[in-house]
């Protein structure tokens, strides 16, 4: 069987940021990010989402809201996939992922 960290297309950090998930018809629910990628995040909420719809992310330590897709989802545990990868327009956030080196 396959690791599902091999499945990963980048680097994750473990956070604990609070965020909010807003839903096209105008809903809102609270979340917790407790892991997040340049290409997508992992959140806890008490809201039910569907698989395959679209939702805006945003991450309360951070100004930008996200636009993502709900990719899988285990019990309280939803992936989210960001539609377009952190290192393309949110700099700030994007910095989680670069190292300096000594």
Same mark, same amino acid.
């Given at each position: 069987m396959t690791d599902i960290a091999d499945k990963r297309n980048s680097m /994750?950090? /473990?956070?604990?940021? #609070? #965020? $909010?998930?807003? /839903?096209?018809? #105008?809903?809102?629910?609270?979340?917790? $990010?407790s892991d997040i990628s340049e290409t997508g995040v992992k959140v806890a909420t008490k809201e039910a989402f569907e698989s395959g719809s679209e939702v805006d992310l945003k991450i309360n330590k951070?100004? %930008?809201i996200h636009r993502c897709? $709900?990719?899988? +989802? /285990?019990? %309280?545990? +939803? #992936?989210l996939?960001?539609?377009?990868p952190l290192s393309k327009?949110?700099?700030?956030?994007?910095g989680l992922f670069k190292f300096s080196h000594f």
């Amino acid at each position: 069987m396959t690791d599902i960290a091999d499945k990963r297309n980048s680097m /994750r950090r /473990r956070t604990i940021f #609070g #965020g $909010v998930i807003f /839903r096209d018809d #105008g809903r809102s629910a609270e979340c917790s $990010v407790s892991d997040i990628s340049e290409t997508g995040v992992k959140v806890a909420t008490k809201e039910a989402f569907e698989s395959g719809s679209e939702v805006d992310l945003k991450i309360n330590k951070y100004k %930008n809201i996200h636009r993502c897709e $709900v990719t899988w +989802i /285990r019990g %309280n545990e +939803i #992936g989210l996939r960001f539609l377009l990868p952190l290192s393309k327009y949110d700099e700030e956030l994007a910095g989680l992922f670069k190292f300096s080196h000594f």
